[in-house]
């Protein structure tokens, strides 16, 4: 990650401007389709733009980069995935997981710091996901991309964005724990009825 980071101390002089921005997307999009971190490019955006306009800035990238993988995990590799789960009963098992849990299951599993942001993105292409559903549960970073805008808007520099650390406070606890747990609530609360389900067929 060093090398964007110091690419992107060269071009910071022209991040300001409105080509700037459009730079500044692009390279939040290019950092989520290759899976890198995208949480340091959220507190760059703060201190580039601001607490506001900063979030705004990162949010559309976010919702352009994921959209962006889902559609590409969908049409290149959904085909190939579903002839893989036909051979694999657990990977069957986790698609009806998906298809019962729908846009609550979605939406938890945002909110739940254990899955990767970039990872969810391609892992919701390659299932039976509507990009209604997908899409809609993209709100769900909002909270987190303002309170990473906000923090990033305190750096002095970009150089210090290096260092920093955002704390979770204590209703961003809540919401990761009740989250994390409501996940292994629903998975295992489906996986049970699929199962009941296939052995009474």
């Not at 991040?15 to 989520?32: C, Q």
């Not at 760059?44 to 733009?49: E, I, N, Q, S």
Request: hydrophobic share 50%; proline share 2%; aromatic share 16%.
């Amino acid at each position: 990650m060093s090398f964007v980071t110091d690419y992107l101390m060269n071009v910071s002089i022209y991040l300001d401007s409105s080509l700037g921005i459009l730079l500044f997307i692009f390279i939040y999009i290019f950092a989520v389709l290759l899976l890198l971190p995208a949480s340091w490019l959220s507190l760059v955006g703060g201190f580039l733009y601001g607490p506001y306009i900063g979030s705004l800035i990162v949010f559309v990238s976010a919702f352009l980069a994921a959209s962006l993988s889902f559609f590409i995990a969908k049409q290149y590799f959904s085909s190939r995935i579903t002839k893989i789960l036909k051979k694999f009963s657990r990977l069957t098992l986790l698609e009806g997981i998906l298809k019962k849990g729908g846009l609550k299951l979605i939406v938890f599993t945002r909110l739940s710091p254990l899955f990767p942001f970039s990872i969810l993105n391609y892992f919701y292409g390659l299932n039976n996901i509507s990009y209604k559903n997908f899409s809609i549960s993209l709100l769900c970073i909002l909270p987190g991309t303002y309170l990473y805008c906000s923090v990033g808007s305190l750096a002095n520099n970009l150089n210090d964005i290096k260092n920093m650390r955002v704390s979770s406070n204590l209703l961003t606890t809540i919401i990761s724990i009740t989250s994390t747990a409501l996940v292994i609530y629903f998975l295992t609360k489906y996986a049970n009825e699929i199962i009941q389900e296939s052995s009474n067929n």
